[in-house]
């Protein structure tokens, strides 16, 4: 079956270098690309228990008469077939349902607040519902267009790391790129970290695939966060703990995204792996 | 034992339980919202009575509705739309799934519209703030899908229980219009829902019977001239149903803000109500009066009424205001029963015809069965709101009929008239319901062998050998791409004539004009696609490539487990 990720498009420059990011890892990957130009300035997502109203900005509705050219022409140019997703059902005339049975989605940090809102350390509320309720990952992409050479796996031990390092695995047999893991242990050592790699079965393509291991016992995140290589694709797991411990403790997924400006691909809670 | 486990084996063990202590949480939380809404609308109907005398009031009408759609519009970013109708289409496509901003966005815009004026109900927005109060606690407890509309069922019990005093009409309601079944699962928690949402109605505001009268005396010939009254009922139905439709269609031609269009119906409104004030908000007090024989107006008024608050309505709900149909659904239908009285004594003025407020009451109950097509809901609702069972028997008459004349000639209710023209009413163990829960890719054939167009038919006698299937995809051999079928009847001409196998290649005999699937295709389509061309299977192309078939009999035995699955958990 093809793996499809999903994109928004938004008719400006901002909206451009978005769809060639996702048109590169689509090219990648190996993956469909299926882009929505809305037609409206909201929509809803049904995930399995939550539903999720998607608010754009105005910027989602720019210049309607040229977006599909303008996608089109950028599509093909990346040599792939434009598809464009048509919303069938609507809960209410002016707010269509989108569909949510696909394998990656593509969101800029915020998808309701002004563009002004894209620099780092700010990740919109809504992209953040999307990422703790989908099934798949979310893909966010660096400000301006820029190819990734390998991928860079944040695992720290938590069931949802061993998620992210799993699709790091997927994304390194698809894409043949070389994967490193950045661990900051915070204390643990690389045994305990690495018996959960065994734990999970995944020593085979660890050895297979790792090309590096930075292990960070001590140091500040924000300080080594440097070691990440400026042309890799960040696979980070995200609230994967509970409120309280997210509460008292922070989210390293916030840490790590106000920092890298990296492309990051984000594995929520309810991620399910595909291999 | 962690808390989590406890909840867990609790959950596991105890579902009917844990469905009804919940349900009666959410009854009571729709409840209140119910009294909040109530109390609001008292307060502002109080509060702008006095501004109804100067020659400017026709505009406040105007600005409440333009207020309660930039509301709904630009702050809460929500739909527009009469609220039972969304409700229905979540429980029937998305397990009951609702914002949380819908549990309170329609209570201050159905509050702005109907207290400035408007002519509309606060019970459809009560009904989906009660729904989605039920839809967002049934997900903090991470309940599956099927108790989730249990649940949801619970708060619009709970909200239209709490609101007019009515714990069965709550939960005949919720069950004949909400969720469309009947089942003991869903009955105890609604019904406990219902409840809740009353006691709470009653202490917060006391138990009041909302249109209480003194009893009627009623012969033979009562009952019998109620037959005629449900004509009128039903037309009524349908004039209000049309009016409203058509009033929505004209609203959507006009380009326009959205407010700017509610501004535009809620000035109609006011001019309405300038002359006849009846056709003004919810009309509650109008209808007390009908009941008790105290609205004096003539049979020409009345009949005036009927059509002005039709009109009223229609501009009010068609051009962007936010309330429901209920409250005037009970006015235009007390009205219709006045009015028919009236031309009764006028046709046999010797005769003893009971009181009209009779006729009042069985009016409302013709309205509201017919527009919803829910005969047991405009019973119950009729006797409850009355306070007397002595009605019954024409309430049921004037219902039956009126709901079977409205169902002959509108086939569906004005809630589910455009979610069955979209076909996005899917009501739980239908046809409809069982194929929209399958994807064609569940039932994809992937043990098809796929041959190359230049291949012999020699070797492709091989393959047929091998394979068990009728039906062999041909691919390009470069690119792969799907370039036609091949039907095993195809080559049975050949089969005996072996010194063609080496001249013959398959794309001389293949078909290359084969009816594709794309794998997100809809499964009513596909099987419409093939009844009309008498196919028992199709291949499904993704990206110009063969992924696999997908067939009648895979179909069928797929159709079997989801029917199964449906049943069994309902």
């Known amino acids: 079956m093809e793996t499809q990720l999903f994109h928004i498009f938004r008719n400006t420059p901002l909206g451009r270098e978005t769809l060639l990011q996702s048109i590169y890892f689509c090219n990648t990957l190996g993956v469909s690309l299926q882009v929505y130009i809305p037609k409206f300035t909201k929509f809803l997502m049904y995930f399995e228990n939550d539903v999720v109203q998607i608010d754009l900005d105005e910027s989602y509705l720019s210049f309607p008469e040229t977006a599909i050219a303008h996608a089109t022409e950028l599509i093909e140019a990346g040599g792939k077939k434009p598809k464009f997703l048509e919303p069938k059902a609507f809960t209410a005339s002016t707010l269509p349902d989108i569909p949510t049975n696909f394998d990656f989605m593509c969101c800029p940090r915020s998808i309701s607040d002004l563009s002004s809102k894209i620099g780092l350390g700010y990740i919109g509320p809504r992209v953040r519902r999307i990422v703790k309720s989908a099934v798949f990952p979310v893909l966010i992409t660096s400000g301006a267009f820029k190819q990734w050479k390998s991928i860079t796996v944040f695992f720290g031990g938590s069931a949802n790391a061993t998620n992210s390092l799993k699709l790091g695995f997927r994304i390194a047999r698809l894409s043949n790129l070389p994967l490193y893991v950045f661990t900051q242990a915070d204390g643990k050592n690389k045994d305990d970290i690495y018996a959960v790699v065994k734990e999970g079965c995944l020593e085979s393509d660890f050895e297979k695939y790792v090309g590096g291991w930075s292990f960070f016992q001590g140091g500040q995140l924000e300080e080594n966060l440097y070691d990440v290589p400026h042309d890799s694709l960040a696979v980070i797991g995200a609230f994967g703990h509970g409120l309280i411990k997210d509460f008292l403790f922070g989210s390293k997924m916030e840490i790590i995204q106000s920092i890298l400006p990296n492309n990051m691909l984000i594995v929520g809670p309810n991620y399910s792996v595909r291999r | ?570």
Request: charged letters at 15%; glycine letters at 10%.
């Open chain 2, 1 to 570: 034992m962690p808390l989590t486990r406890i909840y867990r084996r609790f959950m596991n063990n105890n579902d009917r339980l844990l469905l009804m202590i919940i349900g009666a949480i959410v009854g009571v939380c729709s409840g209140i919202a119910a009294v909040l809404l109530n109390r609001s609308l008292s307060a502002m109907l109080e509060w702008l009575h006095h501004y109804r005398d100067y020659y400017w009031a026709f505009i406040i009408p105007a600005i409440g509705a333009a207020l309660s759609s930039l509301f709904l519009e630009k702050i809460v970013k929500e739909g527009a739309g009469h609220g039972v109708p969304e409700v229905i289409y979540s429980v029937s496509r998305y397990g009951g799934l609702l914002r949380m901003r819908s549990g309170f966005s329609r209570l201050v815009s159905s509050c702005l519209t109907i207290g400035s004026g408007g002519s509309a109900g606060p019970e459809a927005p009560i009904v989906m703030s009660g729904s989605a109060i039920g839809s967002n606690i049934a997900r903090m407890f991470n309940l599956n899908e099927r108790q989730r509309i249990t649940i949801v069922g619970c708060g619009a019990a709970g909200a239209i229980s709490s609101i007019f005093n009515a714990p069965i009409s709550g939960l005949v309601f919720t069950v004949e219009v909400i969720l469309g079944e009947w089942t003991a699962l869903n009955i105890v928690p609604i019904a406990l829902a219902s409840v809740a949402g009353t006691e709470i109605s009653r202490i917060l505001q006391g138990n009041q019977i909302v249109f209480g009268h003194g009893g009627f005396e009623i012969d033979p010939a009562d009952i019998a001239s109620s037959l005629g009254l449900a004509l009128f009922a039903a037309a009524a139905s349908i004039l209000l149903t049309r009016s409203l439709r058509g009033m929505h269609h004209v609203s959507e031609k006009v380009k326009a803000p959205i407010w700017i269009k509610a501004a535009i119906g809620g000035c109609a409104v006011g001019i309405i109500g300038m002359f006849t004030p009846v056709a003004l908000g919810e009309g509650y007090h109008y209808i007390q009066d009908m009941i008790r024989g105290d609205f004096s107006r003539g049979i020409i008024i009345a009949a005036v009424c009927v059509l002005t608050k039709v009109l009223a309505t229609s501009f009010t709900l068609g051009w962007g205001g936010s309330g429901g149909i209920f409250a005037p659904c009970l006015v235009i239908g007390s009205l219709v029963g006045l009015t028919y009285h009236r031309a009764l004594s006028l046709i046999w003025p010797s005769a003893a015809w009971v009181d009209e407020g009779y006729f009042a009451l069985l009016g409302m109950a013709g309205l509201i069965s017919g527009i919803l097509q829910a005969p047991l809901t405009g019973i119950f609702l009729i006797v409850e709101i009355t306070g007397g069972y002595n009605v019954i028997l024409p309430l049921i008459v004037v219902s039956a009929v009126s709901s079977s004349i409205c169902h002959y000639i509108e086939p569906a209710s004005f809630y589910l008239k455009d979610l069955k023209e979209k076909g996005q009413l899917l009501r739980p163990g239908t046809d409809a319901r069982v194929l929209s829960d399958l994807k064609v890719t569940e039932l994809l054939e992937t043990d098809c062998i796929a041959v190359h167009r230049n291949m012999l038919l020699r070797d492709f006698i091989d393959i047929v050998k091998r394979s068990r299937r009728n039906y062999f995809p041909v691919e390009d051999e470069n690119t792969g791409h799907f370039v036609g079928m091949i039907h095993l009847d195809v080559i049975r001409p050949f089969i005996f004539n072996p010194e063609i196998y080496d001249a013959v290649v398959l794309e001389q005999i293949m078909d290359t004009d084969v009816d594709i699937v794309p794998p997100d295709a809809d499964l009513p389509d596909v099987l419409q696609r093939m009844d009309a061309k008498r196919l028992f299977s199709m291949p499904v192309v993704a990206d110009d490539k063969f992924i696999g078939m997908v067939s009648k009999a895979t179909l069928l035995d797929q159709y079997r487990k989801e029917l199964i699955v449906q049943t069994t958990t309902a």
